[in-house]
């Protein structure tokens, strides 16, 4: 099971490649099927399988299947997550704030 450190590791590493951001870019318009996605990116198909695992593992990014091709959109409840998740981590929390000496 995995802890709820590496749950948030995942989506950040969903976050961390300028070629999954443009992807992320891509599907805010929209759900996108694969083949639109290889026709926009500097990508083969086996290097987009790769960012949609990462992307689809972080729970960001969704995906169905249609006959030969997969479609994907970006998932709202991820999204809600990620964004809730980055607030969360970035506030600073006053009633934690403790000094390593004592005067």
């Known amino acids: 099971m995995a802890t709820v450190y590496e749950n948030h590791a995942r989506v950040f ?16 318009g929209g759900e996108k099927c694969a083949c639109v996605l ?4 500097d990508l083969g198909q086996s290097g987009l399988s790769y ?3 990462i992307l689809i593992e972080s729970g960001i990014v969704q995906s169905r299947q249609e006959g030969k091709w997969t479609h994907y959109k970006i998932s709202e409840k991820g ?14 929390n006053a009633a934690a ?4 000496c004592k005067k």
């Open 51 to 53: 960012h949609m695992k």
């Open 38 to 41: 290889l026709e926009q990116l």
């Open 79 to 92: 999204s809600a997550y990620a964004g809730d998740l980055l607030r969360e981590l970035t506030t600073p």
């Open 97 to 100: 704030n403790e000094t390593c």
């Open 13 to 28: 590493k969903a976050l961390c490649d300028a070629k999954r951001l443009k992807i992320l870019e891509l599907l805010r």
